[in-house]
């Protein structure tokens, strides 16, 4: 027989589990020590080291779906973002990274980077032409985050790892908005792949932790700085995330396809004005998405029509609610000119293209019509706010 790869769905599921040997569950066992004997054992365990068993074989799960050697499971992810940064960077390197990255993570660069002695250049748009002209001879990390926040911008994952390649320079990618089951940036060259584990592999919006996946020269790197700065996740959420992330192939595949419908049924919509979304024909990245990516994820952006009032849209809304995170199975949306991008000058966010009626929409698992219902009574109540007010 053919020995053919597992699915992902399979992989999910089965990859990286611990067997019970004692009793023969169906489930990993969870390890909650903190203290192991380091007399007559292979490896000197322990939980900020991030090698008990159940750290361990989740990583194990993350690397096999990523397609890489190895992990590593962190405690948020900002400190996957952080330690993979730092490990990669000294002081007198320089990092290029978009502007549309993360707000944690610009925080980071901005707020701490300099007391390191790191330089830093953030590119307002990230064609492979827009990273090469940031790099300088200093220049250690291209740092990518595609589709982007929140308005789904799309990156050359392939030209932007040929540029890495030809200049000697590590790639890393926050890949959280797309997750693992939509995009592989290992299969393009990218060197290590970042993940909010509380958005996507957590799926369920109890879960706080990260994620980085790399070849095992990469994963040593980071995991020397890792054990120093300490940002281990406690094994009962290692083990509650594992159990999460047997089912986020599914998850995934239908947070995606509401999104895919209701990107088409908002585009139409009379009411709505502008809808971002990578899998609509006429989406900037649209072409490079469907060459890199297996799905177009879960989040979409969208503009109410004029005039419409954003806070009437809201509060009508019946399932769908307003909430600061994304990815659970639940749909929920934010305002970023209220939230990420609350505190840019409205010049700044302007030339972000965050507009003020700009909703930025994570798609859950609900059924299709009736999000498609609950999106449309609340438009219509927006626009009759509308009338009434030009009325009085
Ligand atoms: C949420 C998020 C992060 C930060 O993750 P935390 O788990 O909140 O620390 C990083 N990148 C992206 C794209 C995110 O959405």
Redesign the pocket.
């Known amino acids: 027989m053919k020995d053919s790869k597992p699915g992902v769905n399979t992989r999910c599921t089965h990859m990286g589990g611990l067997e019970d040997t004692l009793y023969k569950g169906a489930v990993s066992p969870l390890f909650m020590s903190t203290s192991y004997a380091y007399e007559e054992v292979e490896v000197k365990r322990y939980p900020r080291y991030f090698n008990t068993p159940n750290q361990e074989a989740l990583a194990q799960k993350v690397a096999n779906l990523e397609h890489t050697e190895a992990g590593l499971i962190f405690g948020?992810?900002?400190a996957a973002?952080s330690t993979a940064l730092l490990a990669f960077l000294r002081s007198g390197d320089h990092l290029v990274l978009p502007r549309q990255s993360?707000g944690?993570?610009q925080n980071l660069v901005q707020e701490e980077f300099d007391k390191f002695g790191i330089a830093y250049t953030f590119i307002d748009q990230t064609r492979p032409e827009d990273f090469e002209a940031a790099i300088r001879p200093n220049t250690r990390v291209l740092y990518l985050?595609t589709p982007s926040?929140p308005l789904l911008y799309l990156t050359d994952l392939q030209a932007v790892a040929d540029l890495a390649r030809r200049k000697g320079l590590v790639t890393l990618i926050?890949n959280?908005?797309a997750s693992p089951i939509n995009q592989n940036p290992a299969d393009f060259g990218i060197d290590v792949m970042i993940h909010?584990a509380?958005?996507y592999m957590g799926g369920h919006s109890d879960i706080?932790a990260?994620a980085v996946a790399a070849s095992a020269e990469h994963i040593d790197r980071i995991f020397q700085l890792a054990k120093n700065l300490g940002g281990s996740l406690s094994d009962y959420t290692v083990w509650l995330l594992e159990r999460s992330m047997k089912t986020m192939g599914l998850r995934v595949k239908a947070q995606s396809e509401n999104a895919l419908q209701l990107s088409r049924y908002l585009r139409d919509h009379a009411l709505v004005s502008r809808v971002y979304y990578p899998g609509l024909e006429d989406h900037p990245g649209h072409a490079i998405a469907r060459e890199q990516m297996r799905g177009y994820g879960g989040m979409l952006s969208f503009e109410l029509g004029e005039g419409l009032d954003t806070e009437a849209f809201t509060r009508a809304l019946r399932w769908i609610k307003p909430s600061m995170s994304?990815a659970g199975v639940e749909s929920t949306l934010t305002l970023p000119a209220q939230t990420s991008h609350g505190l840019l000058t409205p010049e700044q966010r302007k030339t972000s293209g965050i507009s003020d009626g700009l909703i930025r929409f994570s798609c859950g698992i609900e059924d299709i019509g009736d999000l498609k219902a609950d999106l449309n009574q609340a438009l219509q109540l927006a626009s009759q706010a509308v009338a009434v007010a030009r009325d009085k």
Do not use: A, I, P
Request: glycine letters at 16%.
């Open positions: 948020s992810g900002m973002v993360y944690g993570t985050e926040n926050d959280t908005f909010s509380t958005k706080c990260g994304l």
